[in-house]
């Protein structure tokens, strides 16, 4: 999968994770300590997440890496 589309996909599931649970971008950046700018970048899919970013995030939505891969078609 192109690198490009990848980082789209993982910024899709996220952002689609997001939503589901009601969660704002701004209380996620705070919980992840991630600045809103940069937030907004990598759920754009302007900006690949960086592997300790998406594992925070994962943490603060209680959801694994890995059901985020399988959402996004990445094995």
Do not use: N, W
């Not at 300590?33 to 925070?56: K, M």
């Not at 939505?61 to 985020?68: P, R, T």
């Amino acid at each position: 999968m192109e690198h490009t589309l990848r980082r789209a996909k993982i910024a899709e599931v996220v952002s689609a994770e997001i939503k589901r649970q009601g969660v704002t971008r701004k209380s996620l950046a705070k919980a992840t300590r991630i600045s809103a700018d940069a937030l907004r970048r990598r759920l754009s899919g302007e900006r690949p997440f960086y592997v300790d970013e998406l594992l925070d995030i994962c943490k603060a939505l209680d959801i694994s890496v890995a059901v985020i891969f399988d959402r996004a078609g990445i094995k």
